[in-house]
């Protein structure tokens, strides 16, 4: 029986890989325009890493994380997200020494033991963006309308930004408690983990899914109102920049991640698309993360969205581009093959798509074929021209076709294919 892949993991077909170049090259260029540089971090981690800044009480840590012990006994860990590795990394090469800010991004999968389903796998792909050693509120309005225009870039529609502050360590503790008040009083709505959870982390309350706690929190005090004045201030001057740039939100204040280091500012981006997957990327400031991991005290913020989500919602709504090759070589037998070949390579070398294939055919399988890859010139080598030393350039989409001359084909072709006079 033959082997196949792992349930939760999937392959990213040659079909599909036009979605990801494209969303990949879009946001690489938006956050280019925004001064992001990517970094690329390991895909294993030290376990202590995430269980020290993800939070031991949350679901990722508790029940999600693949760790394995190596063969010398350490714990390590494919990585859930990726910001934890990113502040280690920026920690272990001193990137924020000069107090600068430093502004990263990256791509790629993070692995989480979740139930597979629409919108939730098991290897997982994110854009992740992140900012250190600014704590001005401009920083976090900044990489909302950068995440605003790639989503814009990518062309997706109905997608709804959600802000909302959850306090910083002076205001949230006070918070808490309140919440934990109203928690106590209605235990027996809420679910077993809730239950367990609401002592030490409240706030996973108002995340979780499950109805019983969600009917729950309606009617639950709010941080918003509990905000210090420099929580308040700072959530006030995100809200003016976000307006300077005309970036829509909504304020969404039972909004929370999934993440215990959030402080201040948090976001998300929703769809109504994706049934219980609504979220397609969400961040928030990180203003301690740095120096519980050892590092200085400075700042930080960033997001994550979710590229399979993205690419799901951008497939119902779009046809994806997938251009054809410039040239099919259509030679027609062997005697011809040696000579197609030259030529294929040197009108590549120009920098054209140029697709041949080796074993000899006809020429109405030829044309069938160089049609369905939807080729846009064609250059047939039958015995008849070439004995003249010509081979037959053909236009697929005017179906008009002239000899050209063999002995300058490279140059004589590409002058065509440039639509350059000859
Ligand atoms: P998080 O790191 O949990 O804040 O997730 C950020 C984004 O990553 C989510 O909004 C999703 O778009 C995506 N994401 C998270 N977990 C998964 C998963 N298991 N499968 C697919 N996408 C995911």
Known sequence: MSIKAIRGFKDVL????????KVEGIAARILDNFGY?????PIVERTELFARSIGKETDIVEKEMYSFSDRHGESLTLRPEVTAGAVRALIEHNLAADGRPVKLYSIGPNFRYERPQKGRQRQFYQLNVEAYNVAQPYIDAELIILWTRILDGVGLKDIQMHINSLGCSSCRPQYNRK????????????????RRRYQTNPLRVLDCKSRGCA???QEAPLMLDELCSECGEHFQAVRKALASADVSYEVTPRLVRGLDYYTRTVFEAQTGKLGAQNAVGGGGRYDNLVKNLGGPDIAGIGFAMGLERLIMLLSEDQE????????????LDEAALELAFKLANGIRAEGFRVEMEYTPASLKSRMKRAGKLGAEWVLILGPEEMSRGNGILRNMSTSTQEEVSLDEAVTGIIKRLKGDKV
Not at 320 to 331: E, H, S, T, V
Request: glycine share 4%; aromatic share 12%.
């Open 320 to 331: 994806l581009n997938n251009p054809g090759p410039d040239l099919f070589m259509a030679f």
């Open 14 to 21: 040659p079909e599909e890989i036009g979605w990801w170049q």
């Open 179 to 194: 919440l934990q008040n109203f928690i106590k009083d209605r235990l027996e709505t809420l679910c077993e983990d809730c």
């Open 215 to 217: 009917e729950t929190v």
């Open 37 to 41: 540089k990517e970094l690329r971090v």
